[in-house]
């Protein structure tokens, strides 16, 4: 059964775009979990971690509520949820902890291509769909927009041609749903990603080492994400040549070659993406056996 005293839970998108990435990013982090019979829950092994599966939607407010420790959801929905507890009244309902690099969108205006409208500056007086209305409410008062907004659950690119709104704001990532029904993207109002959320209240003693390892943890994963390792020999007289064309690099290891004395072993992890210019660059300096290799897992 479920301890909500020593054991953490985590809130994640139960199935959709997020889950199959928050599911791999925590065995990324080490988390071997059996799934229950009802799928709601599955439980952590060789954690005190236990996931909940549940409509992105839901997410903001369990970890608001504090039923949940920690969530995943994209940014559009936590900021979204953000607003609308502020204008209950309720101010950080939540820690923002960090951005985990997938989930990427953007909240767009969209146009119809045969409509009059083309910016947000013919907005006054006409109606805007869309699922996230306080966003949208928030960007309209910001610009000294008056416009209605038409709250939408879900299709809102079909509210123009149903006679709903004159303009949509919506979800695109690659934008083939706006075009496919003749509508043009326009100003984006969010860059969204899917986003780690805490708890506002105090995580219990108990909870609080295996919560501080597991951020670690996941901020390792995100630190190795574009990593490698690169390995190769080099004239010893190249070195600061070589140390100058490597892409985020910490210190190199230098290491003796058996037999010779002016060249040497080079290892070093490279933060950035390694393009294959970089290793003919590297080349062209004198190094040889240039070798780059994938970082799975680092612990500062
Ligand atoms: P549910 O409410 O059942 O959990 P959903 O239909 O709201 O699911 P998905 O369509 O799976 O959610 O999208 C989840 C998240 O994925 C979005 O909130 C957003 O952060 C992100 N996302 C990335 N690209 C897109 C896109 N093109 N359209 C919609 N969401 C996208
Ligand atoms: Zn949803």
Not at 195 to 218: H, S, Y
Request: negative net charge; aromatic residues 6%.
């Amino acid at each position: 059964m479920i301890d909500k005293q020593t054991r953490i839970k985590i809130a994640i998108q139960k199935s959709g775009r997020l889950t199959e990435h928050s599911l791999a990013l925590l065995e990324r982090c080490g988390l071997k979990y059996t799934r229950g019979r009802d799928q709601l829950i599955a439980y952590g092994e060789n954690m005190p971690v236990d996931l909940l599966f549940v409509r992105d939607d839901d997410i903001p407010g369990l970890v608001r509520d504090d039923i949940c420790d920690l969530g995943i959801a994209g940014l559009n929905i936590v900021e979204e949820k953000r607003l609308q507890f502020k204008d209950a009244g309720i101010e950080d309902p939540y820690t923002q902890v960090c951005a985990l690099d997938y989930g990427h969108c953007r909240l767009s205006f969209g146009y119809p291509e045969d409509g009059p409208i083309k910016s947000i500056k013919e907005l006054n007086g006409k109606r805007v769909a869309t699922s996230y209305p306080a966003i949208v409410k928030d960007f309209l008062v910001t610009q000294g927009i008056d416009a209605e907004i038409v709250e939408f659950s879900g299709a809102v690119e079909i509210a123009p041609s149903l006679g709903r709104a004159d303009v949509i704001c919506d979800l695109v990532s690659t934008g083939t749903t706006m075009i496919a029904n003749k509508i043009r993207e326009g100003e984006t109002i969010l860059e969204s990603e899917c986003v780690l959320i805490q708890t506002p209240v105090d995580i219990p003693e108990e909870k609080r080492e295996w919560v501080d390892r597991l951020l670690q943890r996941i901020e390792g994963v995100m630190a190795v994400r574009e990593s490698k390792y690169i390995m190769m020999h080099a004239p010893r007289d190249a070195l600061p040549r070589i140390k100058a064309l490597l892409p985020g690099a910490e210190s190199p290891t230098i290491l003796p070659l058996e037999g010779t004395t002016d060249r040497v072993a080079v290892h070093v992890v490279c933060r950035e993406y390694v393009f294959w210019e970089t290793l003919e660059a590297l080349k062209a300096a004198g190094a040889s056996s240039l070798l780059v290799v994938p970082v799975e897992k680092m612990l500062a």
